[in-house]
């Protein structure tokens, strides 16, 4: 399957609301996008891709700002019907290579607690939690770039940490 990742076009919107709406329960709206896609012209840290499919458009996108040496994933979707076919894998690769070119030592984002799928999704790419929000039930997860790099590895502990909860 080829896939195609470019910078998101307010043309891109209706399909990337579609997604939203179907993969979260507290979706982003509009404007929230529209801001994102103004930051990017305006800002060179505010970065908005999707992942294309030429025979089906718009299936996936991720959103994220570099912000010193770190990177947050704001947003990261996948058409659900598409789901476990590589695109949110390539999408998360398009991000950290693009954090290695930009010297970024840690990429950091939030999942939910109850977003199953998600969590085991990022343990298998190398992200661990780094701490859990009571309030909003959301995990912070962390890769470490400067330890993938060296090599450095952490305990068997941190890399089952969904499969213990």
Known sequence: MEIEIER???LDLEKILEIEEQSF?????????RNELALME???HCHFYKA?????GLVGYVVFQTVADELYIKKLAVHPGLRRCGIGS???RFTVDYAKKSHILKIVLDCDE???GALVFYQALRLRPVSFN???RKFVLCMDLMAMESGDSKTRRDQRWVASR
């Open 8 to 10: 998101c076009t307010p």
């Open 25 to 33: 329960d507290d979706p982003w709206r509009e404007p929230s996008f």
């Open 42 to 44: 305006d800002h060179s």
């Open 52 to 56: 294309s499919i030429p025979s089906r």
């Open 90 to 92: 390539l999408l998360m």
């Open 114 to 116: 109850d977003n199953i």
């Open 134 to 136: 009571r309030v909003t």
